[in-house]
Every structure is written in C-alpha cells, then in structure tokens.
C-alpha cells in the first residue's frame, strides 16, 4: 500500500483522526478539482485552502477563471508533495502553483502531545532547541520539494506563509514563536531552493491578519481572513496569468 494513492490517503486520514481523538473535533476538506478551466494553475497545501475553500472562491471569482486544487486538511509537507505528484499525474503542465505547507508538521504534534515542545510557556525564556530542529527538518523537506518542481518545469510559485494564530479549540498563543520560526525559515527556503524558477514569492500574512479574520477553532481563516489572504495571493497571481 505504501507509495499508491490509496495509501496516501490512507495516511492523510490517520493523521486528521489523530488530531480528533486529540481535540474532538474533525477537519474536513472541500473537494480537489482536477481538472479546470487553467489546468496549468494548481494549488496545494493544508486546511488554510481546504477547509473552506473560501480563498480559491475569491481567486476564481475574480479571474474568472478556474484553478486545479489538491489540497487537504491535514497534510504535512510530506503529503503536500504527495499532492503535487497527484498534480502532475493528473497532467504534468503546470505553469504556476500558488501553496502553503508545512504547519501541520508543528500543530498536530503540539495539540495532540507535544512531544517536540513548540509551545513556549511564561517561564521558558524562547522556542525550544527540539522545535527549532524539527522545524529545520520541515525547511530540507520544503527546500526538496521546491526543487523538484523547479526541475519539472513549474515557472511560478507562490507560498503563502502563516498568521499568527490565537487561542481557540485548536490554536494556542503559545505556538506563536513556533509561527514566527517556521515563517522565517519558510521564507528561506523559497529564497534558498536554487531549482525553483526566479519568480518565487514568499507571502507573509501576519501583518494584516487579526483575530477576527480567525474562526473559533484558532487556527482557520474566517471569510474575512480568506479573502485578505487571497487578496495577498492574488496581488502575486494576477500578472502570472
């Protein structure tokens, strides 16, 4: 099973049951779409663009045009790049991908038990050794990825960073340095990949992201949020088109 796309899923959902067994609560997706009116457009990444799906809404609303989506709630970078494989089988013409990544491989451990300790308590003086470490595993992970879509040919890409997160079922303002080292090293990464192509943008959304633009849970954008993330993606998109 491992290595097909049964598998894959397979895994993808027995990560999204860890954190319900975690947290009581479930993530759901919104559909992938395979096949579009610009097919050489594609998006991946985690529950950012999945759950709602409010983000590409607005992309397609104002391009309108529409855009392949493989993304999925849960997903860690390693099934991001499982996504772009998805992609690419699916059909290989891929122009510009606009994604996020990388998250998950810090939250779902840290709401489930924490065993790297990315949550900085009032007493600890800053984010832990052990998370910075796992968090640089995520930058070579997100570094290969990147160039090996450079290698394929994909001419644009388009990372969306993440916002500060608040408290909430999910989110806890204790993950906040945790947020800012992983954007930092995020950042680095697409400045770093020496494969991908010379427009590659890095988008950081904390500075216009509030806690309003947040739903409930801590962690996912409201409509509000969505469409102040899609108006930053798009900003970059727009002349890709």
Not at 39 to 47: K, P, Q, R, T, Y
Not at 74 to 101: C, E, K, L, P
Not at 196 to 202: G, T
Not at 230 to 241: E, G, V
Request: proline residues 4%; glycine residues 8%; charged residues 20%.
């Amino acid at each position: 099973m491992k290595g097909t796309k049964s598998g894959k899923y397979i895994q993808r959902l027995i990560i999204v049951a860890a954190l319900i067994i975690a947290t009581g609560c479930s993530l759901i997706s919104v559909p992938i779409i395979t096949n579009a009116s610009r097919n050489d457009v594609v998006n991946l990444g985690d529950s950012i663009y999945a759950l709602s799906g409010k983000i590409q809404d607005y992309l397609h609303s104002w391009s309108g045009k529409t855009f392949r989506r493989y993304a999925l709630s849960g997903s860690f970078v390693s099934h991001v790049s499982d996504q772009y494989d998805d992609a690419r089988a699916d059909n290989a013409n891929i122009n510009t991908i606009f994604m996020d990544g990388g998250g998950n491989d810090i939250l779902i451990p840290a709401v489930a038990f924490d065993p790297y300790n990315c949550k900085v308590d009032w007493w600890e003086s800053g984010l832990s050794t052990t998370c910075k470490n796992l968090i640089n595993d995520v930058y070579v992970d997100m570094v290969d990825l990147l160039n090996r879509m450079g290698r394929d040919g994909v001419d644009n890409i388009i990372f969306l960073g993440y916002y500060n997160i608040k408290n909430g079922i999910f989110g806890s303002t204790k993950l906040l340095p945790a947020v800012a080292y992983g954007d930092t090293k995020l950042a680095q990464a697409i400045q770093n990949a020496t494969a991908v192509p010379n427009y590659r943008v890095f988008i950081d959304p904390r500075p216009v992201i509030v806690n309003s633009d947040i739903i409930i849970d801590g962690i996912h954008p409201s409509d509000s949020g969505s469409k102040k993330c899609a108006t930053l993606i798009w900003a970059k998109l727009q002349p890709k088109l």
